[in-house]
């Protein structure tokens, strides 16, 4: 039996899955613009977030959302954090028991300070539960570069049976059972991300960005281990591998963020000049909040907060960087 995916969300990324699993199983498209879906089915095109590339011909698009929930065997989400809540509960109207729902998004909900596998948890008890996370910057993937991604779920069985909906020969899909550690992994080194944008924006050198990175994944793995997920989760693809993807890469929308604060321009100017989301922006205050909960320091995730409310400019915080106090590199604090 095939086996049929539903995938809410007509960004840049979930485009770019939905054209990857339609090589594999029927899937319908939802996104709420209806431009943008009928570009989907009539031009093979999303030309507001992946403008000039031919999407598979096999991809069917819909802005009714019941089209695209009622009859899916998987349900993949894809819409940013902030509205993840709200098409969840819309998609809970349509959905049929049991059915496994996998989250693309790299997220925190703010008010809650939850991942996005609990946000699914609460509104549909009793479905399997994965992400889909990993060095994977959308127009790279649709351009027909190699690149590996991983499929988590705590269920080993489960996460294996569901793989071949999304591996390809160029996308490359591993698994892993640590679905908090995958989880957490792609939403922290958003917060990287923006730090060393924000060197690179001042003008730092290649030393710079590799001690931020360096420390970066350094905070990212206590704050993980101290909320339970495993250290060698950190160093794969979920962790290292889209850390490196996202600090390094001009595609980032995160590192973007962090170039234009290096420039001196205000947050306010930056996110309006945008039409794509970063997620980085909005849940450092969460993580923020997590490390407090956790006893864990995050230097870097501090500074990138200052920056992206406002409270201290780039340049202060990398002259801040030069006066703080270092320590044992393996046991800070
Ligand atoms: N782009 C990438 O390379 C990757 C992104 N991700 C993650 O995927 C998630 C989605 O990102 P991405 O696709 O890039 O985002 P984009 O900014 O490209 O697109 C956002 C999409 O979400 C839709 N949307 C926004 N608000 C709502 C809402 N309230 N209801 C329904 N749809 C809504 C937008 O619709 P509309 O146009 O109508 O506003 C648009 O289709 C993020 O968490 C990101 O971190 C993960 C890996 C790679
Ligand atoms: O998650 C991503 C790459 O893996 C995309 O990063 P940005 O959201 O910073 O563009």
């Not at 539903?6 to 939802?30: C, E, F, Q």
């Not at 729902?101 to 008010?111: A, M, Q, Y």
């Not at 539960?129 to 959308?138: I, K, S």
């Amino acid at each position: 039996m095939r086996l049929r995916v539903g995938l809410l969300g007509g960004g840049s990324w979930g485009t770019t899955v939905a054209s990857v699993v339609s090589r594999n199983a029927p899937i319908t498209l939802w996104a709420r613009d209806a431009a943008t879906v009928d570009g989907i089915n009539r031009l093979h095109e999303n030309h507001k977030y992946l403008p000039g590339i031919k999407l598979p011909p096999a991809l069917r698009a819909t802005a009714d959302m019941a089209e695209a929930v009622a009859g899916a065997d998987v349900l993949v989400v894809g819409v940013p954090s902030h509205s993840f809540r709200a098409v969840l509960e819309e998609a809970k109207r349509h959905l049929r028991p049991w059915v496994p729902v996998i989250s693309l998004t790299k997220g925190l909900e703010l008010d809650t300070e939850k991942r996005m596998t609990e946000l699914i948890e609460d509104i549909l008890p009793g479905h399997p539960v994965g992400v889909l996370t990993g060095p994977n910057l959308a127009r790279e993937i649709m351009g027909g570069q190699a690149a590996a991604s991983v499929l988590s779920m705590e269920d080993e069985i489960v996460v294996r049976a569901l793989q071949p909906l999304f591996h390809s020969g160029l996308f490359r899909v591993y698994t892993n059972t640590d679905l908090l550690g995958c989880e957490l992994g792609g939403v922290l080194k958003n917060i990287v991300a923006i730090a060393v944008g924000m060197g690179d924006g001042l003008g730092a050198g290649d030393n710079t960005r590799a001690a931020l990175m360096t420390r970066g994944l350094a905070e990212i793995t206590r704050l993980g281990v101290a909320m339970g997920g495993r250290a060698e989760t950190f160093a794969g693809l979920a962790g290292m591998g889209d850390l490196i993807a996202t600090c390094t890469s001009a595609l980032s929308r995160n590192r973007h963020v962090g170039v234009e604060l290096g420039r001196g321009r205000a947050i306010d100017d930056i996110v309006a000049d945008m039409h794509m989301v970063a997620e980085g922006v909005k849940s450092a205050p969460t993580v923020i909040a997590l490390a407090r909960h956790h006893g864990i320091d995050m230097p870097i995730a501090r500074d990138v907060f200052d920056a992206t409310q406002g409270r201290r400019s780039a340049q202060e915080i990398f002259r801040g960087l030069l006066r703080s106090s270092v320590g044992d590199e393996a046991h800070p604090g």
